[in-house]
T-cell receptor
Framework: AQSVAQPEDQVNVAEGNPLTVKCTYS??????LFWYVQYPNRGLQFLLK??????LVKGSYGFEAEFNKSQTSFHLKKPSALVSDSALYFC????????????FGTGTRLQVFP | NAGVTQTPKFQVLKTGQSMTLQCAQD?????MSWYRQDPGMGLRLIHY???????DQGEVPNGYNVSRSTTEDFPLRLLSAAPSQTSVYFC?????????????FGNGTRLTVT
């Protein structure tokens, strides 16, 4: 069965500092991995995805994520945080073969302080 | 482009009442799904559909019914509402079943069952 763990309920970072939001996954075979962001009273918006190839994936709004197969992790990163990055972030996984379902983690609230 | 449209935005039901949450997409997407979002639980998949006439259960299907008579519409029915179904419900679609296509989300329906 597929599963995703986001070990931190909340991450606090000062504006201008680098940020990391952690995600680990469990899936049979190779995964498709996604990050989504949710602003208040809105649906989720797609940020980036890992399919195959380069382990460092770049996405929207300056975010990137690093895929690590041996650690089954897909951490979200940004070199310099903005106050406007404050939101709820979700990691999600889908198996490459035979899986119609996209499974989400429990979410991490990112708070960027001025 | 409207994308994924959910109605209503808010709904209050009494225990035992029934209702239908509407979801429509105008992107000609084959894959559609329903999630519920609860604090500390992230997003959990209720039901999904890989095309007109085809539906399947997700992680938490009990108490919910779906049908997919057209590509555009994917309504979610609560037959006898319970307080445990108080949640925010999101409909999402993607162009391809499985694979690397990201989901497009509606803005959600906030349901309260008293």
């Amino acid at each position: 069965a597929q599963s995703v763990a986001q070990p931190e309920d909340q991450v606090n970072v000062a504006e201008g500092n680098p940020l990391t939001v952690k995600c680990t996954y469990s899936v049979s075979g190779n995964p498709y991995l996604f990050w989504y962001v949710q602003y208040p009273n809105r649906g989720l918006q797609f940020l980036l995805k890992y399919i195959t190839g380069d382990n460092l994936v770049k996405g929207s709004y300056g975010f990137e994520a690093e895929f690590n197969k041996s650690q089954t992790s897909f951490h979200l990163k940004k070199p310099s945080a903005l106050v406007s990055d404050s939101a709820l972030y979700f990691c999600a996984v889908r198996a490459l073969v035979g899986a119609d379902k996209l499974i989400f983690g429990t979410g991490t609230r990112l708070q960027v302080f001025p | 482009n409207a994308g994924v449209t959910q109605t209503p935005k808010f709904q209050v039901l009494k225990t035992g009442q029934s209702m239908t949450l509407q979801c429509a997409q105008d992107m000609n997407h084959e894959y559609m799904s329903w999630y519920r979002q609860d604090p500390g639980m992230g997003l959990r998949l209720i039901h999904y559909s890989v095309g007109a006439g085809i539906t399947d259960q997700g992680e938490v299907p009990n108490g919910y019914n779906v049908s997919r008579s057209t590509t555009e519409d994917f309504p979610l029915r609560l037959l006898s509402a319970a307080p445990s179904q108080t949640s925010v419900y999101f409909c999402a679609s993607s162009s391809v079943t499985g694979g690397s296509s990201p989901l497009h989300f509606g803005n959600g329906t906030r349901l309260t069952v008293t």
